[in-house]
T-cell receptor, first 117, second 113 residues
Framework: NAGVTQTPKFQVLKTGQSMTLQCAQD?????MSWYRQDPGMGLRLIHYSVGAGITDQGEVPNGYNVSRSTTEDFPLRLLSAAPSQTSVYFC????????????????FGPGTRLLVL | DQQVKQNSPSLSVQEGRISILNCDYT??????FLWYKKYPAEGPTFLISISSIKDKNEDGRFTVFLNKSAKHLSLHIVPSQPGDSAVYFCAASAKEYGNKLVFGAGTILRVKS
């Protein structure tokens, strides 16, 4: 069981470039989410998905797109990177009841550190 | 405005003593609270939780206390061990908001041997 995997571990982008942060889980979890962690701010929810084909916005969705074509994968796309998107990004997955995550089962990936110049 | 606040950025404790990490919240709709632990270069991992219908939950060396009237919770670690050195995040959720987590900024705990 690999759990939640994220690639890349670290990325440097120039302003305006696009990229996709990959996230995969092998626990058959329905609920997946993306967070960003900034100094002094804790983790903030960007987007989440309650199952394949279903996504919704979190607290800070602007500048990010997601899709969920399979249960396993939940990529996060930055269409035109900005310095304000410099952050550490965490993907997480969990079991769910209905459309709500079962929080105690939430597993986080190791994170992707993104620097936008 | 942050709805979940951890006002102490860091805490240093001697091995064997008690560590007390504090968390305050402002939204009275929150009905579930969790603590996560994070080591460097790893994602957060779930540690312990408490429902708003309880005032205490214990799991081994870890105990979480909830004071709803004060909108305050705390995590006690007894006895503290060097392996407990990590960042601790407090998080809260509400059924009304789909149980999505709202995190505090975290407290860095250093346990000195």
């Amino acid at each position: 069981n690999a759990g939640v995997t994220q690639t890349p571990k670290f990325q440097v982008l120039k302003t305006g470039q696009s990229m996709t942060l990959q996230c995969a889980q092998d626990m058959n979890h329905e609920y997946m989410s993306w967070y960003r962690q900034d100094p002094g701010m804790g983790l903030r929810l960007i987007h989440y998905s309650v199952g394949a084909g279903i996504t919704d916005q979190g607290e800070v969705p602007n500048g990010y797109n997601v899709s969920r074509s399979t249960t396993e994968d939940f990529p996060l796309r930055l269409l035109s990177a900005a310095p304000s998107q410099t952050s550490v990004y965490f993907c997480a997955s969990s079991y769910s009841f209905g459309t709500s995550p079962y929080q105690e089962t939430q597993y986080f990936g190791p994170g992707t550190r993104l620097l936008v110049l | 405005d942050q709805q979940v606040k951890q006002n102490s950025p860091s805490l240093s404790v001697q091995e064997g003593r008690i560590s007390i990490l504090n968390c305050d919240y402002t939204n009275s709709m929150f009905d579930y609270f969790l603590w996560y632990k994070k080591y460097p270069a790893e994602g957060p991992t779930f540690l312990i939780s408490i429902s708003s219908i309880k005032d205490k939950n214990e799991d081994g060396r870890f105990t979480v206390f909830l004071n709803k009237s004060a909108k305050h919770l705390s995590l006690h670690i007894v006895p503290s061990q060097p392996g407990d050195s990590a960042v601790y995040f407090c998080a809260a959720s509400a059924k009304e908001y789909g149980n999505k987590l709202v995190f505090g900024a975290g407290t860095i705990l250093r346990v000195k041997s």
